[in-house]
């Protein structure tokens, strides 16, 4: 029998950026009661606050719940209140040398787009995170822009011998995700196994981007019993048939 549920958040759980809706906030109720559940993202800790746990029931379910922001490089773990288990930050020297690399590669007439929403490339402290039209596109001006990754494909490559020395991952809606080596959702997998003492093979992952190149794919080679998704309906329905196979094993 599976023991721990583990989720990707944009395009998984919720739309880029968006909150849970009333239904899914229902399901994963419903799911904490009957099994652990971790979610990892490229998100920083303030989306996981704003998209999640804003419309979670806040009562001793969440002892059930482990939250792994920026690719699983920051573990938060529920007793009393929420806390910090690890950071894997960058050095000052690090961020530079991503930054400017991700400034070179995404400033083309092919990638650049006619107008942008926030800011382009966000410091996550132990993530380096470019969005192709900014923190704060609407979300179908996201769905739009790289549909198929072609765009993030293209500028992937073209990082990977810039900062071969660094982990980069396609995810979400725009986004493409960069962290120290190792350091991606196997690295938040392992975690989950050593911190909550679960094997890896008593694991479900649920992602978008389960796919060589996603974001999500590491969890796959990392071992976990993975399931691609299309959107967070789709999450819906299969949260529906796990909790089905809990009840009733």
């Known amino acids: 029998m599976k023991k721990l549920i583990v989720f990707d958040l944009d395009g998984t759980l919720a739309e880029s950026k968006a ?9 994963l109720n419903s799911l904490l009661g009957i099994v652990k559940v971790s979610v990892i993202s490229g998100g920083a800790w303030q989306q996981f606050e704003k998209q999640v746990l804003a419309h979670l029931s806040h009562d001793e379910r969440l002892k059930n719940l482990s939250l792994l922001p920026t690719c699983g490089t920051k573990f938060y773990k529920y007793e009393s209140n929420w806390e910090l288990l690890y ?10 040398k991503i930054i400017s690399s991700l400034q070179q590669t995404t400033e083309t007439p092919d990638v650049k787009p006619a107008r942008t929403w926030g800011e382009l490339i966000e410091d996550r402290g132990s993530q380096i995170t470019f969005s192709g039209l900014g923190q704060q596109a609407p979300l179908e001006e996201k769905k739009k822009w790289d549909p198929d990754f072609t765009k993030r494909k293209k500028i992937k490559a073209l990082l990977d011998k810039l900062i071969p020395e660094f982990s980069v991952r396609l995810g979400g809606a725009t986004s493409i995700d960069v962290t120290k080596p190792g350091i991606d959702k196997a690295y938040g997998i392992r975690k989950l196994r050593d911190v909550l003492g679960i094997p890896i093979p008593e694991m479900i992952f649920i992602g978008d981007a389960v796919f060589p190149g996603g974001n999500d794919y590491p969890a796959k080679q990392a071992g976990a019993l993975s399931i691609r998704v299309r959107d967070p309906d789709e999450t819906k329905r299969v949260i529906e048939a796990v909790i089905a196979c809990l009840e009733n094993p």
């Open 19 to 27: 909150s849970l809706d009333a239904e899914m906030a229902t399901l």
């Open 87 to 96: 950071s894997e930050d960058f050095t000052a020297a690090e961020k530079k």
